[in-house]
Structure formats: structure tokens, C-alpha cells
């Protein structure tokens, strides 16, 4: 397993955290790959790639700071669902993935 | 061991466009061991705090510059002296590491500022004084996206490849290929890019990847060895890379060593995208999004995956039958994606 480098950010099952509590450890993932961003300003249903400027690369930092942030395995058909706030926390509440509508 | 001078370590020149860095930190003490590579400094330029590394191996003798001095590129910053091979560093007690590597330096609308300027200087200069020609092609990707959504599946998301990792080694080896691509030119007397001086090809190939600041201005830093890494390495490189350059720390040799430009303007943006030479290289080779397409195969009308390759480059060092040999190579390694990944060690 690697290390969480999260640091101050204590490692949770995300499904016993609260929205608010999931909310904030997300946007500071966010914040490490756009520090020059306030990702604690977006819209839940804002398109994080396009609002943080997130180039492919950043991007995929991003889901495997989430990965080895909640321990969770982010398989490829899901990683659309994580381009907003909101898809982040419905993953990470394990709800089924809803197609696109 | 007298006969081994002391040599004298330098302001690195970390791009075209700078002149002067200052030195934020000693990360190594005098009677300390350092081998190439390694970090000995960190200095403060308006691409944000770069380590510095050295480039041989030895003792660090002396510190010639305290923590906090601006001072031109090519000032003596310290006294290194050659060892022996076998010797072995001598214990330092009590000294404290120098400055906090882990921590992101202030960001500064004034070194955003700068940065913004220094790139505005040296593109302005590369458009002025290197004669670019331009072509593009477009290439069928349909091998090279079913290939990587096969090798991605079942691996986690931390050894997951993305398509412009294949991209980055097509181009590097091509480059290989057609060296003029992976060339510089030397002006003579100094003036940069003028037109009196010569074509110099690299040898090595180090990638170099033009990465947007959110903050303004552009950084190419350099994937070493590009051609010769395994995609798996590439795909760590890259991503380590980036990581580093939103932090705000590079390393010196990343700024200096890259031999060829690779700008992409990722899987969101245009279709096309010529770039702008980056002096001294000699080339800078761009790569669109990848986007679905009708295309012609064996009289029948498909739909495929097309990515424009494009190739802009300097015209006194290459032309546009090289040039197009360059694309052309590109298209083929793009065909047989496999060979991208056994082509590790082809030195």
C-alpha cells in the first residue's frame, strides 16, 4: 500500500464522514494540484476541470491523491463521474453510478 | 589528491530567458560529500524555487554566497573539490538542513509578473529572428487509444497510462530519426538566435514539456532521456513533473537540458496547435486533442480517432522534406503502439 502523503489530513472511510467533512478533505486534494485556486468557492456541479484549469495531468494527480486519500479503487469507466464536486462525493459515498442524463 | 583542483560551481542559466537567480538556500554544508545529481541549492527565480544540482561529483569546500544574494548566471556560487574515487563523505554533526524543501515558496503576483515577461522577451525574440516553417498531419490513433485501453485495464489508477504519454515517445524517438529535429543553434557572439552561427545536433533527447501557469507565463521543463524511458517510467515522469511545477519547484537541470519542445494542449482544447521555438532548440512539435472523425479506409468512410501532429521549426537547421520525415515517423511508431513500449533500451 502507499503511504498517504496527505499528511494532516487523517485518513477516513469517507462513507462515515459527513457531506461537509468529505466536502472539505475533496477540496484539499484539489488544492494540491491548483494552489492558486479556492476550490472551496465551486459550485458542486461546477466542471472542476474547466473552473481549476486542470490540464489531463493534473487531473489524473488528482483522482490518485483521492485514491490513496480514501483508499478507494477508481476504476477507468468511473472517471468522468469525478468532474464535479458533487460526482466526487456521490463516489465516495458509494452510490451506483447513474448515466449521464 | 593535491593534484585535483577545487573547481568552482556556477549560477546555473536555467532558460533563455533568465539572467540573474538568487540563492534562497544552502541544502548542502561545507565538508559534505555531493554526487551529480544531487541538490546543493535553491535558487529563487521567477519560475518559482529551483533545486540546483550539481553536475560531477566532490566536496563541497566553501560557500561563496550567503542565502538572500541575487547574482547573474554564471557568478561562482561555491568551491567544489574532486574525490577520490571509493572516499567516503565526511560525517557532519549538528548542521540543520537548509530550508524546508518540502514547502511551497510564497506565490507573488510580482514573480508571476516577471515570469509572464521573460516568456513574452523570448518568444517575441524566437519569432522575430528564427525563420519557422510549419507543417501538420493527421495521424489515426484508432491502434494507439485501443492498445492503451487495453494495457490500462485492470491497473489501478496510479499506473494508468493517458494517451499523451505515447504521444511524448513517438516524438522522442522520431527525433532520433531525424536529428535536425532535436538540434540547436548556436548564434554567434552571443546574440540569441541571431543568424550568424551554426546547427548543432543533441545526442540525447530530453523532452522538453510546455506546461501552462495558472498564474501566467509558460515553463517547458524536460523529460530526460524521453526516448530511451519506458512508458511506464514516462507516464511516473510526467505526472511527477507536473506535480512539481504547480508546487513551484524544478530542478535545474530540467530547465536548462531540454532539447526539443512538445506542446499539447491537452484533451479539452483546439484541434491544432503550432508552437513557438523555444531558443536554442530548433523545433517545437504540437499535438491537439484527440477527436473523433470520419476517415477513409480501404474506400469506406469510418470513424476514427485523429490526433494533428504539427511541427514547427527553424528553417536555417532543418526543412520541410526533414520536417515531414519527422511527422511521417511519428504516424508509423503511432501505428504499432507495442513497439512504443519495447523500445526501452534501443540506445
Known sequence: ?101 | MGALSVREFLMPTLGADMESGTLAAWRKQPGEMLHRGEIIAEVDTDKGVIDVEVFHDGRLVEQLVEPGTKVPVGTPLARLEPVAAGEQSLPVRGVAAAGTPEERPPESAERNERLRRATAAAMAASKRKIPHYYLATSIDMHSAVDWLASANEGRSIEQRLLPGVLLLKAAALAAREVPEINARWEAAGGEQCGDGGRAVTSGRVHLGVAIHLKGGGLVAPALHDADRRGLDDLMQGLRDLTERVRRGRMRSSELADATLTVTSLGDRGVERVYGVIRPPQAAVVGFGKIFERPWAVDGRVVVRPIVVATLAADHRVSDGHRGGRYLEAIDRLLQNPQRLEQAEDRA
Not at chain 1, 39 to 57: C, F, G, K, V, Y
Not at chain 1, 67 to 76: A, D, L, N, T
Not at chain 1, 83 to 89: D, I
Open chain 1, 1 to 101: 500500500m502507499t503511504p498517504d502523503r496527505s499528511g494532516e489530513l487523517a485518513r477516513r472511510d469517507p462513507r462515515a464522514m459527513s457531506i461537509a467533512e468529505a466536502r472539505a478533505a475533496v477540496c484539499e486534494l484539489l488544492r494540491r494540484v491548483a494552489p492558486e485556486a479556492d476550490p472551496a468557492s465551486l459550485d458542486d456541479t461546477s466542471d472542476l476541470r474547466r473552473e481549476l484549469d486542470l490540464d489531463s495531468i493534473d487531473y489524473q494527480n488528482f483522482l490518485i491523491a483521492l485514491h490513496r486519500h480514501f483508499g478507494v479503487e477508481i476504476p477507468q469507466r468511473e472517471v468522468g463521474r469525478f468532474s464535479t464536486l458533487e460526482g466526487c462525493l456521490a463516489f465516495l459515498r458509494g452510490e451506483p453510478h447513474s448515466p449521464p442524463r
